[in-house]
């Protein structure tokens, strides 16, 4: 296939098409909504390489709502701590992977 540019007729009947589909408001609207993602982008997720102080600090929390919850059994300090230490270990092993695949 050529990169040269197309034939004038043939520029003008794409010219043609695409301002007819530019008219056409449900398909731009429909082609707009899929631009938008929902939820956490994976490729992004899978690249998180946390530093040394997030992940302390991520585990300093979690263990202190882990001793409050344990000692005051409040419903509130339990859910906080179920937020916080899958956050925490996640970091925790995306540290640890990240070290270790650069000390091999």
Same mark, same amino acid.
């Given at each position: 296939?050529?990169?040269? *540019?197309?034939?004038?007729? =043939?520029?003008? $009947? /794409?010219?043609? $098409? =695409?301002r007819a /589909?530019?008219?056409?408001?449900?398909?731009?609207?429909? @082609?707009?909504?899929?631009?938008?993602?929902?939820?956490?982008?994976?490729? *992004?997720?899978?690249?998180?390489?946390?530093?040394?102080?997030? %992940?302390?600090? @991520?585990?300093? %929390?979690?263990v202190a @709502?882990?001793? &409050?919850?344990?000692?005051?059994? =409040?419903?509130?300090? $339990?859910?906080? +701590?179920?937020?916080?230490?899958?956050?925490? @270990? +996640?970091? &925790? /092993?995306?540290?640890?992977?990240?070290?270790?695949? *650069?000390? %091999?």
């Amino acid at each position: 296939m050529s990169t040269n *540019r197309l034939p004038d007729h =043939e520029q003008r $009947i /794409l010219d043609e $098409i =695409e301002r007819a /589909l530019s008219r056409d408001r449900r398909l731009v609207r429909r @082609l707009s909504s899929t631009r938008r993602r929902r939820g956490p982008d994976p490729a *992004r997720v899978a690249a998180y390489a946390p530093r040394t102080w997030t %992940v302390v600090l @991520l585990l300093a %929390v979690a263990v202190a @709502l882990l001793t &409050a919850g344990a000692a005051t059994a =409040e419903p509130g300090v $339990i859910w906080a +701590f179920a937020a916080v230490w899958p956050l925490a @270990l +996640f970091a &925790a /092993l995306r540290l640890w992977c990240g070290r270790r695949s *650069r000390s %091999v």
